[in-house]
């Protein structure tokens, strides 16, 4: 699997943007980017994911580099309760599924901080 | 409401004495997985299964079992646990085709005395 490279962490203030930077300079054409959070005492919470186009939903949006070599997760209005550990992930888009691709290979993520 | 449910939360027990962590979604999901995680190493991969009587390794399965006979449960069995075993289980389950999101329990946390 392709390799992310994300600061350690971040630290933003309530009801402002946040951005995520994620750097991924060795991804292939058919990886997908993925988003997942986790808060603190709980499982990692999915975000979201996108592959070429800047994607909306309603936790976040992805804003994806042209080049695909970058992609940063933006949450608009960040709350308290957004101050989780931030991993951006890559995963083949092997149609089939099968054996490990459910895996996700999770990397140390950025720690998000959000002051009051 | 859609979740994975982990039982017992929290256990502390003594090498050797077998237990088992139970996991169920209610998604009807195919996917199901295991994962550890241990500070510094991050969230590992122990067993998955892709269906009913279908389990394969992870990426470090030694020391633990898993079944999967129904659809909605994939239990972690330790026949014989020990110290570094030790950590924060996660179960997950999917659906189905590329790139659907995972969903996670809230963790089980196990301390091998």
């Known amino acids: 699997d392709a390799k992310t490279t994300q600061p350690n962490s971040m630290e933003s203030n309530e009801e402002e943007p946040v951005h995520l930077p994620c750097n991924h300079s060795?991804?292939?054409?058919?990886?997908?980017i993925h988003w997942y959070r986790q808060l603190p005492s709980q499982g990692p919470e999915y975000v979201i994911h996108?592959?070429?186009s800047n994607v909306n939903n309603r936790m976040a949006s992805l804003a994806i580099a042209e080049d695909r070599k970058s992609s940063t997760l933006i949450l608009h209005r960040a709350t308290l309760r957004d101050a989780a550990v931030y991993y951006c992930i890559l995963r083949g888009g092997d149609l089939n599924y099968g054996g490990s691709q459910g895996n996700l290979i999770f990397g140390k993520g950025t720690k998000l901080s959000v002051k009051p | 409401e859609a979740q994975v449910t982990q039982n017992p939360r929290y256990l502390i027990t003594v090498t050797g004495k077998k237990l088992t962590v139970t996991c169920s979604q209610n998604m009807n999901h195919e996917y199901m997985s295991w994962y550890r995680q241990d500070p510094g190493l991050g969230l590992r991969q122990i067993y998955y299964?892709?269906?009913?009587?279908?389990?394969d390794k992870g990426d470090v399965p030694e020391g633990y079992k898993v079944s999967r006979k129904e659809k909605r449960n994939f239990p972690l069995i330790l026949e014989s646990p020990s110290p570094n075993q030790t950590s924060l289980y996660f179960c997950a389950s999917r659906d189905t085709g590329s790139n659907q999101p995972q969903h996670f329990g809230d963790g089980t946390r196990l301390s091998i005395l």
């Open positions: 996108g592959l070429t």
């Open positions: 299964s892709m269906n009913v009587e279908v389990t």
């Open positions: 060795t991804i292939s054409g058919t990886d997908y």
